[in-house]
Each structure stands twice: as structure tokens, then as C-alpha cells.
């Protein structure tokens, strides 16, 4: 019966993309962070519903004539760069794994999901709306997870789904979902959206103590931090951490406090150390091949890890674990970029972030003097919030290939992108269009009336 719901309001969607594209990127944004498959058990289940949407999304933005062309600035031309040299290690790769074409592929979806959002997002509203699936999607989960976790009194452990991994993992997604919870809710003014975005933040927050995650932890701080940081009402920010904190110390379970202590015991903690390992393993392959590294996920090859941990003296100046028999993933954004891609990846991985974070401070600054944009300066905060925690909480994580990066990479491109834009317009630098196109003048077909009415339909071509 589940089954056959969703599949009525999944069918009932199909034309109104091939109407609307923008529809259409948000349905499939939605699904990349939902994974409905998860709560499904039946025929559904074996469908490819995001490769449907993305299809049907492609030709519908083909077929349409005065559509946006896509553009490229610094942050996106990096991200193109960063597949295609993805797919020249993939082509050259030192592991025999199947994995590593279907992570290639995984990435290459990402990436043109990523452009597909700069091409239908023109307005303010339809910006609004993708931030909207992407956190409704995300949020899913972990409310689901939050429940779970509050409804036991903390005897539910998250162990994560298997579209976002385990719940390492599982808890880096809810942490980067958080700050977009926060800016839905400072730009709605209706009570009843309001109430539900703050439920959802603090259930994803509940789920990321529920995972017993270190790295999570480590997120969670570096967002509380943050949260002080990067917002102008900081004494009313540090309040709410405080008592968030004294409420988590009061109700945590022992076992909890007992798995985050082990923070502080890293030398002599055998799961720590293999990592370390892990990162020298992915070391030695990008200090052989230094351009392409040695493919997706080289590192878990059983034959590649025993290859390169024979010479892993010439890195004992770092203390780590003994080799071990098998494989093991690289345990980290940055060392899992530079073992797969080698030095030129990482280098495009890291300046696509550290662009990323400055085009926020961009948007911030030319944001400032307009009262009307100051929606702007919210969501550029709260998108490098994001980042920042994933950044952080990545560190220790094998987590560089995960959705939800792009696409905030992609939002904050369009934002940027926008606002130049519009500001040029507002001096007088370009002449306002004779006609705007054609799918750009249509009404959003409104699953929340009373959401969009706040938002208004500032076009921006």
C-alpha cells in the first residue's frame, strides 16, 4: 500500500517537470537526500526514481528555448575540472575494483545535478525551494533518526542508511543539514513553518548525539562555535549553546560520555591509529602517482594496500597502527581525495572549499548596504557554517564524495551569480530585457501557498 502511494505522487509529478525543469531539480535533489527507497517494500524499491527525475529534468531543460545558458565562474569551473580529471584517474587506475567506475559515475551525477541547479534556479523563490527540498530531504532522516533516539531515552543507537553511509557519516550529513534548518527559520515568518523547522533541528541534532559519532562530536562543536561566531545576535546564540549543553550533560547516557572521551586517548586508541595508517597508505599512492593518484577508492584494494603499506617506513616519522591484511577505506576527505586523485585533486577539492568560503564572505559584504538582500547575508552565513563542519567533521571521515558538498557549492555559486546580477542592474550597468523568458514568468505550482507568499518572485536573470 505504501508502495502504491508513493508511486500516485511520484507519477503525478513526472509532467509538471517536464513543464517546469526547476520541479524537476528539486524532486531530484529531494530524492538524493531522502533515499525514500529506505522506507519502502515493495516494487518501488527497485526503481531508479532519481535517474527518472534526472532524465525527464535534462530533456524537459533541453527542450525549452529561452532558458538560462549555464555559465561558469571560478568555484563551478573548479568543480568541472575536478570530474574530469576524476575520470582520467578512474581510466588510469591502479585497482581493479568495479567500485571505482561506480563512484566515478556517482560523482559525475552529482556534478551535473550541481549545473542543473545553475541553469533553472533565476529567482529568489525557486533558490528558496531547492534549499527547501534539499533540507526537507536531509531533515527526513534525521528527525526520523531523533525520534527514534528520544523515544527510547537515548537506547537507540543511529547506525546511519546505506545511501549516506554509517553513522559517522550519517551524522556529518545532519550536521550540515542544521544550518540550513536554521536559515528556513529565520526567513519564515509563519508560525506553524517555524515550529517545524526547530523541531527538525533539534531532532537531526538529537540523531547526531544518537550516533555515538566522534567526528559527529567534533561537528556538533565546531557548529555550536560557528553558530556564536558568524551571527551578529552572539550573547542570544550563546545562551542557547549553553543550555543545550547543560541539557545534553543532564540526559546523555553514560555510554556516550565513555565513547567521547576516547577523543583524548587518540595515541593508544587502536581505531584511531589503523586511520592513521589508512592516511599513510593514500600518502605513499599520490606520492607515486602524484596527477591522477590511483583511482576511487584505490585504497581499499586488498592488492594496492599491500603494495604500497610495504614501504610504509619512509612515513614513520607519524606514528600509526601495523599494516593490517586488508584494505580499509581512507578514513578522511582530504587523504581520500589525495589517495584517489592524487595532489591534483586534492588541490581542486580544497580550493573548490576554500573558494566556496570566500564567495560567502563575498555575498556578505556586497549584501550588507541592501536592506532587501539581507536574506543573502543569512544564507551565505549559513552555508559556511555548513561547510565549515563538514570540513571539520570530514577530517576524520571518508566523506568527500557526498551530495549535499556539491550542491551547496552549487547554491552558493548561484547566489553569488545572482546578486552580481542584480546589482549590476541597480547601477545602471545593464539594460533591463525586453522580455524575460518564457519559464521564467510562471507561477511555482505551490505545495506550501503560505510559505511562498513571504518570499516574493524577485526575478534574476
Request: charged share 15%; aromatic share 12%.
Amino acid at each position: 500500500m505504501r508502495d502504491l502511494v508513493f508511486m500516485a505522487f511520484f507519477a503525478a509529478y513526472l509532467p509538471l517537470i517536464i513543464r517546469y525543469p526547476h520541479i524537476g531539480a528539486m524532486i531530484w535533489a529531494w530524492l538524493s537526500f531522502c533515499s525514500p527507497d529506505e522506507y519502502l517494500y515493495g516494487f518501488m524499491t527497485s526503481l531508479p526514481l532519481s535517474k527518472i527525475v534526472a532524465v525527464i529534468t535534462i530533456g524537459a531543460l533541453l527542450l525549452q528555448r529561452d532558458g538560462r545558458k549555464p555559465y561558469l565562474d571560478a568555484v563551478m569551473a573548479a568543480m568541472l575540472a575536478y570530474v574530469a580529471l576524476g575520470f582520467l584517474s578512474a581510466l588510469a587506475s591502479v585497482s581493479p575494483l568495479s567500485l571505482n567506475w561506480e563512484l566515478f559515475g556517482k560523482v559525475f551525477k552529482i556534478v551535473i545535478l550541481a549545473f542543473v541547479l545553475t541553469m533553472v534556479i533565476t529567482t529568489r523563490q525557486r533558490l528558496q525551494g531547492v534549499i527547501f527540498a534539499v533540507a526537507l530531504g536531509l531533515a527526513f532522516n534525521g528527525a526520523d533518526e531523533g525520534l527514534k533516539v528520544l523515544l527510547t531515552a537515548g537506547g537507540h543507537h543511529v547506525l546511519g542508511i546505506s545511501t549516506m553511509g554509517d553513522n559517522n557519516t550519517f551524522a556529518v550529513a545532519m550536521l550540515m543539514c542544521m544550518p540550513i534548518l536554521l536559515y528556513l527559520f529565520h526567513t519564515s515568518t509563519h508560525r506553524l513553518t517555524r515550529f517545524a523547522l526547530m523541531s527538525g533541528e533539534v531532532l537531526c541534532c538529537i540523531s547526531v548525539i544518537g550516533s555515538y559519532s566522534r567526528g559527529g562530536f567534533l561537528g556538533l562543536v565546531a557548529f555550536a562555535l560557528g553558530l556564536i561566531a558568524l551571527n551578529r545576535n552572539k550573547l542570544r546564540n550563546l545562551i542557547a549553546v549553553a543550555i543545550s549543553g547543560v541539557v545534553l550533560y543532564q540526559f546523555a547516557p553514560d555510554a556516550w560520555f565513555h565513547r567521547i572521551e576516547s577523543i583524548g586517548q587518540a595515541q593508544t586508541d587502536g581505531s584511531f591509529m589503523e586511520r592513521v595508517t589508512a592516511w599513510k597508505v593514500s600518502t605513499l599512492i599520490a606520492l607515486d602517482r602524484p596527477f591522477l593518484g590511483g583511482g576511487f577508492h584505490a585504497v581499499q584494494d586488498t592488492e594496492v594496500w599491500q603494495h604500497y603499506g610495504k614501504d610504509l617506513a619512509r612515513l614513520d616519522f607519524v606514528p600509526g597502527a601495523p599494516q593490517q591484511a586488508l584494505g580499509m577505506a581512507a578514513h578522511s576527505i582530504y587523504f581520500e581525495v589525495l589517495g584517489d586523485l592524487g595532489f591534483t585533486g586534492l588541490i581542486l577539492f580544497v580550493g573548490m572549499l576554500m573558494l566556496s568560503i570566500y564567495y560567502c564572505g563575498v555575498i556578505r559584504k556586497r549584501a550588507s548596504p541592501y536592506p532587501d538582500m539581507a536574506w543573502m547575508v543569512e544564507l551565505a552565513n549559513m552555508l559556511r557554517l555548513s561547510l565549515i563542519v563538514y570540513m571539520v567533521a570530514g577530517a576524520a571521515l571518508s566523506f568527500a564524495y557526498f551530495e549535499g558538498l556539491y550542491v551547496l557549492v552549487a547554491l552558493l555559486s548561484v547566489t553569488r551569480h545572482m546578486q552580481a546580477i542584480e546589482l549590476a542592474k541597480r547601477k545602471g550597468a545593464l539594460p533591463e530585457p525586453e522580455a524575460e523568458p518564457a519559464y521564467a514568468q510562471e507561477e511555482v505550482p505551490r505545495f506550501n501557498p503560505a510559505w511562498e507568499d513571504e518570499l516574493g518572485e524577485a526575478h534574476l536573470t
